[in-house]
């Protein structure tokens, strides 16, 4: 599963604050979905036009919209004229390259994460950005491509009794990233598995290919702890209250989510030593092998040279031999090679080697 | 010992902020043991209600609630809205895949330890959970089945002239975690004769299961100390005071058993190196047998390959060979072939090959 | 691609506060190029004396020299005492052999900077030193020879509508070290590529060689590293606000440097874990080359040993040997040999060593 | 010299707060020394009842009580008592088990140190406990046993003009404490002879037992380090001024011990490279030795390969052999052979490996 | 170059406080050379006798006196008398075996370094501590013996228009430590060549011998690495301003001091990197050298053990062997021998293994 993304150059020589789309071409139109709820009221629109957001000014709701690909740099400049929105912020919306980060500006609080798409059977795993801004009673979520990895959260917010519903935009935001985080440990069972099986090619058939497979189970681990590492200093960052946006109580909630980010990091680690340990094993398994090859050679040697040695002395033709006209030596001489034979495989079942 | 618990998925995809439990499946009604105490009066009090506790108001006494079982969430939530207990405690109550942990809030003290329970004959370890929550005059542990690790310390209670007797909840909470941290070093102990089994077998009879011995060892160990790790933040925190739960006069004793924590995680650290000079131990013994192979071959092969190559020699057929009418050629032959030989044994003796 | 640059001697046992130009050798005379902006006018002025640059002095404008080489140390005393700079800044800017480093001064800012200059047949990196001294409404910049390293900006500044127009002489420093830092990932590609070039040369053709290339790529890696890692920290220093001379309006655009930075120093580090663990199959490999040579030579003695023993049986020469007159023995042996050739090619294909 | 001691069980289970001595058993009554001096006066007293001690109640002179022995759990009651000592501090007197620790209290000062029994010839180290406990102008010093350890000191207070007369009790405690460590040095020092006679073994013949050496040795120093590791954090703690106790005069004294400990911990973790660098070299001479049975196996293997060959061909007993009938095909044939074989051990040389 | 200094017992048992040379006898009476200048004047003194210095009153002059030897203890002890020094510093100036240390006191400053002699052909290295003592408007240096380490600074202190002489003692100071840091450059070239000419054999003779200088060289990296890394401290602590005596207009020269540092330390630790990378290169080159003698024997035994099996089965005695009695069987058997070992050794080419 190996996943090493290089850094695309698209952007090199740009000046910076130039807003650019650095991800797979992409042409469909971006699509946005716009839920608006309280504690009584839940409605989710479908807007095809960017400016309609901006018209709807209800105060009394949370506002969540959800903009559905980040290909279209227009609908982003936009966006960030109505809001008065940092150009930088803007960049980092389009960059799909950012590092996992916080941005605490005055009036709105940016976050991008990152969630990883996979498909169960070829483990070929696409980094994929997800950015949060939260402003007001707003949160807009911006994601590379249509996904129903918040579908969960949507159909919690319908129900009227769930708490999503009496808490602010804030509660939101933790929701939606711990659904990420979650992911991550369905992520983490994928790889678990992976180990496992490499563990078990490794005591049945190990091969060339094998030494391979460590190496890159090693390095994709090595580099999903990278990316997701950073969410430490994300969360850590709201915990301390470095933004009023959100609220301390929702800080309980978030020191939850930081938990289990220590959790993941540590399976991760823990991983790693594991593949570690399988490298060591496969190299054992190799000096073993080659063991084995050394003594089957070492034995039928052994066993063979000194009779052949005897076969050799009696096909010498020196006249006076007295040996060669006795009416018995041939078999005699077998009986011997037999004897040499049969101690030697002795020795070598107390040496444990047969 | 191998005990790498992946992580449970159920509750995966759930909203946070719900109350599920996510161990083993278990029947049996959750029991109550409820303890008041104070320097003169002693009472043991078995309740089948959750109610009953809240019903009791006594004030001057230290009142100590066992919960023994996790599985039922409605218990849970009762005992929630009694205290006005925050949500996210109720989880962590309930999912047993926390990490060891703090919760420091405005009138409670929430911490998460872990115990190991195993089986003496073949050292499967399981993990346990054990909270703590302590507010007021009152302390409530939750364990996830009936367990008797705390009875040494309800022995120590009964006892009307010990010093737990004269001190408040959180002395008792102190005991509480020592018995656990207690309970660490007959771990340790446990892992020290595995990891001497381990190098006696490599010294007498080291094979391919040995090296997963090493591996997995080294894997537990890890896991163990990644576990038992958390613990200095929870008890530092306790002694920085952050809360006030705490009183000052206890602290001395949490620096004590801080202490404990360290030399515990001290020494597996120095059992995780000794298994890493295992593997060195055993990499190298294989390196030494395959040395004992490749001698044994050497000197065979060295020994009769030029006796065989002089024995070729006289089977040659050429007409004019005069050592071949000689007559005691025959027996000069052999006499060097035994000098031959003889030179052979004693330089290998020189180079210690023998 | 070895770059290992040594320490020039050239400054040792000079006193401290000695201006030394410490490069190699360069006779050409030092050209200037002075831009100056605001947001209506634009001017492109190339100056052959450095005073001309005093003798300029309007405020309304960001005033942005290039000093196109730093080895005729007169002008850097002359600079020097025009504008009272500190003597060891003038050191400094002549001694190229400085670490990437931040000086805060009262009212200047001088920053020391990386770039690589490189061919991209033969991989030969250069390291070059540019230094930036900000003060008042001035950036001057100090290059080793001439270069079209910044061209990207002028072209930018030229454009009447680019934000740099709009802004300070900050903002001009940012975009500048922007430049260098995109300049790094134009790097991390080429390394990237060379990692590859082993890994495949490593799949198909190990050499001796091999080696060489590893531990020299490992080398470089960790050599690239630690020339850009404190950056991290000049970067910090600037976003803390530790200078005035920088307004805060920019901070957030160094904050994204700063991610930038991060992010390739990350890749290099997975870089290095990379080209260690082809180190790992390296090694293996030519441990699986020696396995298959072994292998050859023991199925070859292992087939022939036996039947060369029995044809050495058949070579005596004992009067009674009942074989040796039978019609079809010489036949019959033909046969047996054929069998026990086949009875071990078959084992060893079980074996699955052919 | 192997000194892994495990922990002991015997307090496990106990509550915390009892007083337990953990040791060896002991019988012999505890002895007590008093030495009382001042600028003028010095008197040395060997009281058999701790009680006498505080009787005494003179304050112009510094009072050192030192008790040999912390197994009679009395005695160490009867002084908490008196002094109205915390009872933690009681239970760390007699638990010879506890860490290298300071506790710093409203009016004591308790400091638990190490020190190291060894016997020169067989190397057999034991972990020694001694603590202090300073208060007013007192000072206790706890021994696990009789010991001459601070003869030197007393030595030193009986003349009349040193300046330990001079000053308080702090300064004493200073004394002590750099008594202990500058053992630690000769203890570096039989440990560098040990790592040099592993050296040398390694040099002249290593076996199996070499590595087993090379291991103990690194788990040692690495045990040792841990033990004499926070003895940093303990006198940081008196230089940071954290009690009052130790006056601010005595400070540069411990910032000289300080300093010794760090080159002390330095020199370990020097040792411990050192020995994996053995390691190291054990391995690769192992490597060696097979190189040099695979050399003379192929040496001889190859000259006689060839010629063996060679008496094959003339051993076959085709009619039509022309050579055989010729009269001088014999010596040819030996004089070929001495050929071959020279020009096997010319190319043999060629390459270095005879 | 190996130079692991033993620790010096002699100091060892000595009551703190205690004045002792801790180096190699020195006979030689210690001899003083005192320079006095400010912006005007220059005056060079040789004195003989230590209290004439501290006749001399001026306070309008830099007063630089240099101590060369501190093996005659009573000098120490009048100076300290003299000026009031802390005995713990007078300690530290005779023993020779201190760490790198910065001892800030009321009225003085104090500082231990380390400069290295070497002898350029056998590259023994030997530790020199050189101590600086800085009050008022003096600056006195202690040195182990007679050196011309500091004569380039007295050289430009002569001349009359140098910046050292407008500047006050602690200007000096930084000078000083300036020569010694830059002859740690002059260190690092010698350790450079010492590493190139290591990787030198190692690629054109590798031997036993190899492996020892690695591990030394190795060694050695670490030692000085230890011995120089504290400086960085030391110039810390002034650059914080902890003391009054270094005016804020000389700390941005030791800043400049710091950065050479911390590019001295980087090169020792990229030096270490390439030294174990030259252990693996050594480890794989014997790897490498066994494969060849593997392949020599493989060739030889894989091409004439198929050969001597034919010659055997024509030397066996059926009296049926019809080939024996053909013409052209023994040219056809040499021919069919030929084409075996053709075939052989098309075998190998194509294996590259010849």
New interface residues.
Partial sequence: MPF?K??K?S???L???TIVYTGEERKEPISFTLIEYNEINFEKIEITNISDFFKRKKTNVVSWLTVQGVHDVDIIEILGKEIDL???VM??ISNI???I?I?I?DKFLFIVMKSFDFTPENLELTERQISFLLYENKLITFLEEKSNIFN??IN?IQSEF???RKLGNDYLL??LI?IIV?SY??L??II?DKVSDIEEELVTNPD?NT??QI?HA??DI??IR?IIFPIREVINAIIRGDSPIIKEATH??F???Y?HI??II??LE?YR??VS?L????????????????????I???I??????I???????????P????????LV?WIIMLIVAIIMVIYFRR?K?I
Avoid: C
């Avoid at 076969?311 to 031999?321: D, I, K, P, S, T």
């Avoid at 040996?323 to 041939?330: I, M, V």
């Fill in positions: 090493l290089r850094y150059k952007k090199l020589g000046p910076p604050g940092h150009p930088i960049e980092d390259h950012e590092r980060k941005e500006l969960s959260i919690r769930s708490r999503i933790h929701s711990d979650d440990f369905t983490l069972e678990g060339k030494l391979m190496q090693k390095h090595i580099q990278k309980i909630y020191r939850d989510a938990d220590i959790r540590e399976t823990s030593d594991m340990g490298l060591d094993i496969y190299l054992s398994s190799i000096s073993n092998r080659m063991n084995e090859v050394m003594k089957v050679l070492t039928i040697a052994t063979f040279i000194p009779l052949t040695f076969a050799g002395v009696y096909g010498m033709n020196f006249l006076y031999m040996e060669l006209g006795w009416k018995y030596s041939y001489i040496k080697w």
